[in-house]
């Protein structure tokens, strides 16, 4: 059975239905990624998926679990992690307290100053800065800070919403390669971006969006070389 399994899920923007019946499973231990341009419904979803967003109709089961009758404050005690679009850290905070809040629904001392350590070493910067005052960082040291935050909640999945969203080329294949990283690590990773080559470079498979519907989907190195997809979504003739 599939880790995380969304069936026939339909969600509305008042009278705007913004996701059509889209239907995805996502394994443990692989890389998913849902690429679409903008307005494709991709952070719509994510939304839903974590409790955020309400749907009309279908069905969202995470590891067994019916998500769509689950809080999102307990989606979190399931192992599921959510990096938002935009970051979303506590711009006030300092990064050590940004960390000890993606923590809070865990009571295990030990584990958590454990897990605090494995992020560190993952993102050695976040180390050097975790008294300083997250509104000062830049865009990637944030977005490093929001994935660090996930990760000490210590999901079996996480799921991230445009990681590379206004980040310089460096940062950007910094990002990724965390990503990568992350997932060698055992944790299941569903990746929403609109850097649709840098998304399929590291996922297994993909599914393509178009106006709240999943028009292809299929391995990330098949999905890379198809004609439709260089044109539409990497650039290429």
């Known amino acids: 059975m599939a880790m995380l399994t969304v069936k026939d899920l339909k969600v509305n923007y008042g009278m705007i239905q913004a996701i059509k019946g889209v239907s995805f499973e996502v394994e443990e231990g692989e890389v998913i990624a849902l690429i679409g341009a903008n307005g494709a419904g991709k952070t719509t979803i994510l939304h839903t998926v974590t409790g955020l967003l309400k749907a009309v109709s279908g069905e969202i089961t995470f590891d067994g679990h019916n998500l769509l009758k689950t809080p999102a404050h307990k989606i979190v005690s399931l192992g599921m992690a959510h990096v938002p679009e935009g970051r979303r850290i506590f711009q006030e905070l300092s990064v050590y307290d940004n960390l000890m809040l993606g923590a809070y629904t865990r009571k295990d001392k030990a584990g958590i100053a454990e897990t605090l350590e494995t992020v560190y070493t993952r993102f050695p ?34 799921l991230m919403d445009e990681p590379s969203m206004g980040l310089s080329p460096l940062f950007v294949s910094e990002i990724f390669d965390i990503i990568e990283k992350i997932s060698k690590s055992g944790t299941t990773v569903l990746l929403v971006e609109q850097n649709a080559k840098k998304a399929l470079s590291i996922a297994d498979r993909a599914y393509v969006l178009e106006t709240g519907s999943i028009v292809m989907s299929g391995k990330a190195s098949e999905l890379m070389n198809d004609p439709s997809v260089k044109k539409a979504y990497l650039g290429e003739a």
């Open 125 to 158: 910067r976040l180390q050097e800065r975790k008294k300083q005052i997250a509104g000062t960082l830049s865009g990637g040291e944030q977005q490093m800070l929001a994935m660090g935050r996930a990760l000490m909640s210590k999901p079996r999945i996480i």
